[in-house]
Each structure stands twice: as C-alpha cells, then as structure tokens.
C-alpha cells in the first residue's frame, strides 16, 4: 500500500466527499505492518492504534492512505421496488 502525506489524504477525500463518496482512512502499523482500515468515514487521525497488535503509529510521520466507498444508507442502495 502506498503512503501519502496525511494532508495530502484530506484534500483527496474533501473532493470525493463532494461527489457523494465517503472516505476511510488506511494506515500501515509502523511495528507489525498491518494494514488497518479506520471505522469512522470522513475522519482523518493524526495516530492510528493497530487492530492487530495495539502499537500507535504517528501517521503525520509515516503518512496513509484512503479508501472510497460510495456513501449511501442500505436501503437506497438496494432501492425500492416500484408499485
Ligand atoms: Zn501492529
């Protein structure tokens, strides 16, 4: 996975944001090298705790990544059968 400056992420995902996309930050531990992938779209954090081995990595240092998923409730997206 490739890092990016972390602000360099928050611009990316401010103009997918304006197309109806939601973000999720990614970050590679900097002990394990795990890939973990943050629960909460559209926030970005300036440490990252790994879900595999608790070790907090200082991403403003190492930098992320992103991932997009387009942003709509479950029910949208499967849409309404019409009458
Ligand atoms: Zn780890």
Known sequence: MKL?????????????????LDTYQQFLCAKCGEKNTVEE????????????CGYVTNLRKTGCNYMASWSSEPE?????AKA
């Open 76 to 80: 949208k997206r499967h849409g309404k």
């Open 4 to 20: 990016h400056p972390i602000n360099e992420c928050i611009e990316v995902a401010k103009s997918w944001r304006e197309q109806g």
């Open 41 to 52: 779209k559209n926030t970005f954090f300036a440490e990252g705790r790994c879900g595999d």
